[in-house]
């Protein structure tokens, strides 16, 4: 097959197209940075450099395409990021149409059916509602991935000086969690089955507490570290002061608030609780210690 791929080299791209390209699929790689071509090409992939806000380029790029995986940038910089997600989603769902793109794989979240109260999710929410009208004859497949093991490497820090873990809501808080490498293979899988219209798939690795996820790394750094709740004003001061520019602290600080009250979980429970991905977060805390 004839895929391309968004995301350059990331967490989930660098997985994913080693995926790919062992599976003797012709790949080609979209990159805003020159600097990764040589990178991309020595997986075995085409790089494609230019912005995913150029339509022209997503157009030339996509066209001969069997299947496209797309994803918008976790930080679509510091002002208007909703706004700026949707426009990038725009500019992809555009693209498809022009160069007649038949199948998509879309990164989506957990929370993504619910158009506000999500933080940045609510992103991902008017884009998948946006292929659902304007991709009709697209066989889409909305990939909605658990909360990343890798961002709780932002927590190593706080470990280090105050010797406890933390965010805005409680240690008994379950949450989907998900390792990218697992998001490649299932996205990898869907690129290369035959799929017909749209449909949501959960990409989850693990569903557990914050409590057990504090033990599972207080456990490979030979610690007590506990899971410390913080009000909602102490979590939004606490990233300003890390550097966050404030309006994305301030949606992360909504996702926190999303996740204390259950509705971010709450479709994926009420899916049956898949969990697809073999990474469990003992597995993962010993990739954790090696930030120590």
Do not use: C
């Not at 990159?31 to 339509?55: H, Y």
């Not at 989506?108 to 609510?122: K, L, R």
């Not at 809501?169 to 379950?174: H, R």
């Not at 007590?224 to 966050?244: C, I, K, N, R, Y």
Request: charged content about 15%; hydrophobic content about 40%; glycine content about 10%.
């Amino acid at each position: 097959m004839k895929i391309t791929v968004t995301g350059s080299l990331g967490n989930i791209g660098k997985h994913l197209v080693k995926i790919l390209v062992a599976n003797t699929n012709e790949v080609t790689v979209i990159s805003s940075n020159e600097d990764r071509k040589s990178a991309i090409e020595a997986l075995g992939a085409q790089a494609a450099i230019g912005s995913i806000t150029d339509t022209d380029f997503l157009v030339k790029t996509f066209t001969g395409a069997d299947a496209v995986f797309v994803m918008t940038p976790p930080n679509m910089g510091g002002q208007n990021i909703i706004e700026n997600t949707v426009s990038a989603g725009k500019s992809y769902a555009e693209a498809i149409t022009k160069a007649g793109v038949p199948k998509v794989v879309m990164l989506s979240s957990i929370g993504a059916e619910y158009e506000n109260g999500t933080g940045p999710i609510a992103g991902l929410y008017h884009i998948e509602n946006l292929y659902r009208s304007l991709l009709q004859n697209v066989n889409v497949s909305f990939m909605r991935a658990g909360y990343f093991y890798t961002n709780f490497y932002n927590d190593v820090p706080l470990i280090k000086g105050m010797g406890i873990i933390g965010s805005n809501y409680p240690a008994d808080t379950k949450i989907p969690l998900v390792h990218p490498q697992n998001i490649a293979e299932a996205v990898a899988e869907e690129l290369q089955t035959s799929t017909t219209g749209h449909q949501v798939r959960y990409v989850v690795s693990d569903y557990v507490s914050l409590a057990e996820v504090a033990k599972a790394f207080g456990d490979v750094l030979g610690k007590q570290l506990p899971w410390v709740e913080f009000t909602d004003e102490q979590s939004l001061q606490g990233m300003q002061q890390a550097g966050l520019p404030t309006e994305m602290a301030q949606l992360y600080t909504e996702m926190g608030t999303a996740i204390r009250e259950g509705k971010l979980q709450k479709d994926f429970e009420a899916s049956g609780i898949p969990q697809i991905g073999s990474i469990k977060i003992q597995s993962f805390a010993k990739e954790f210690a090696g930030a120590f």
